[in-house]
């Protein structure tokens, strides 16, 4: 499903170019992401997918050096122009590859935040634990362990639990790279299917290596190939060959990458 011209813009990305050093990771992008939808990002490894994710919160600034110029527009604000850094993390949930579990119980994995945040009401912070673990498809497998390491759960699970935590902070903006890497395919549609659900109330950014994923998930899709974004567009179209750009057929089509 495409989006009207007057939808709204959760990100506006103009003439956004990272590098690393001497080495270019992406090179004067232009594109815009739409409230509610689900926006994919596909192409090889090292095309400036993940590199992408890391500037739209400004976790640049935690890697050396990482450089960033051009724009990211969160809400219409330019994310370099936020004064307090933690304040514009906390609107944006963040999936990393590889479950990264804290080494606390599954409940205090997902109250964490919301503790951090101000919350100390026991009965509140047990409404957002179930909450966000029913969000992600896990409440009903952990409800009677809550107390359990999030640590001994299965990698799909700690993938959900990580998820969970991610929406413990009500996030407008989840960024998602490559979630699916560590996880069994049962699990993933699992988790496909709740980032469906998700997308109702949450603005999504979904970097896949499965270019098959992007397209049950994502509304519209990029295609970034070695620096370059190459073209934006509906993501059935992509994969029918409404392309502007034969590279992207040739990748959609696994010729190369």
Known sequence: MVKPATQVKKLEVRDLSIRYGDEIALHSADFDVYENEIFGIIGPAN???TSFLRAINRMNEMTPGMNVTGMVKFDGI???SWRDVYALRSRIGVVFPLPVG???SIYDNVALSPRLSGVKSKSELDDIVERCLTRAALFDEVKDRLDSLGSLLSGGQQQRLTIARALSQSPELL???????AVDPVTTMRIEDVLKELKKEVTIVLVSNLVAQARRLADRTAFFLGGELVEVGETEKLFRGNVQDSRT???LEGRFG
């Open 175 to 181: 960024l998602l790279d490559e979630f699916s890497i």
């Open 78 to 80: 330019d994310v370099k």
């Open 102 to 104: 804290l080494p606390l």
């Open 249 to 251: 057929t040739d990748y």
């Open 47 to 49: 095309s400036g997918k």
